[in-house]
């Protein structure tokens, strides 16, 4: 069965500690793995596509890696705006999008 | 400004009676597609729908309809809500090729 799964759950930072966000999963014919930003109240927000392992893509504190069974989310250096739920999203090779449960960050100044 | 647009934002209504949200955008999009969002389930796919005239079921399309008349328009159909669709709705729309999704900005429905 396709899953997608997230780890931690929640995570609680001091500003400036950086930390990494996991996404696993397990799905027919991967075509390529989303990364999104949601703040409370809101639909998600995209912020990057990996398609193959040993890919990369870096945007201000954030940075994506993606294995063949996992990507993670880095934050170098966060602040208290990047407190949100991140969402991890895998596009199968039929078409299908399948979104993981999410991570909640909070960052304390 | 490219959008997609959800309407009503909340909605309280009663079991039984039928409803439609509405999700339009602007980007001229291939693919939409209906999602609820429950704490600790995520984003769960209603239906989706690959172009106009096409639509398919997602993991969770009991108790829901779409229809895909023109490429802008996915509206969501309630005929008879129940309690249980109680949730926050989002609608998405992706170019083609499924990269990045364009969320609108909810609609949360409470059903009593």
């Known amino acids: 069965e396709d899953q997608v799964t997230q780890s931690p759950e929640a995570l609680r930072l001091q500003e400036g500690e950086s930390s990494s966000l996991n996404c696993s999963y397990t799905v027919s014919g991967l075509r390529g793995l989303f990364w999104y930003r949601q703040d409370p109240g809101k639909g998600p927000e995209f912020l990057f596509t990996?398609?193959?392992a040993g890919e990369e893509k870096e945007k201000e504190r954030l940075k994506a890696t993606l294995t063949k069974k996992e990507s993670f989310l880095h934050i170098t250096a966060p602040k208290p705006e990047d407190s949100a739920t991140y969402l991890c999203a895998v596009e199968t090779s039929y078409d299908k999008v399948i979104f993981g449960p999410g991570t909640s960050l909070s960052v304390i100044p | 400004e490219a959008q997609v647009t959800q309407n009503p934002r909340y909605l309280i209504t009663v079991t039984g009676k039928k409803l439609t949200v509405t999700c339009s955008q602007n980007?001229?999009?291939?693919?939409m597609s209906w999602y609820r969002q429950d704490p600790g389930l995520g984003l769960r796919q209603i239906y989706y729908?690959?172009?106009?005239?096409?639509?398919d079921k997602g993991d969770v399309p009991e108790g829901y309809k779409v229809s895909r008349k023109e490429k802008r328009n996915f509206p969501l159909i309630l005929e008879s809500p129940s309690p249980n669709q109680t949730s926050l709705y989002f609608c998405?729309?992706?170019?083609?090729?499924?990269?990045?999704?364009?969320f609108g900005q909810g609609t949360r429905l409470t059903v009593v």
């Open positions: 990996l398609y193959s």
């Open positions: 980007m001229n999009h291939e693919y």
């Open positions: 998405a729309s992706f170019p083609w090729g499924n990269t990045e999704a364009f």
């Open positions: 729908s690959m172009n106009v005239e096409v639509t």
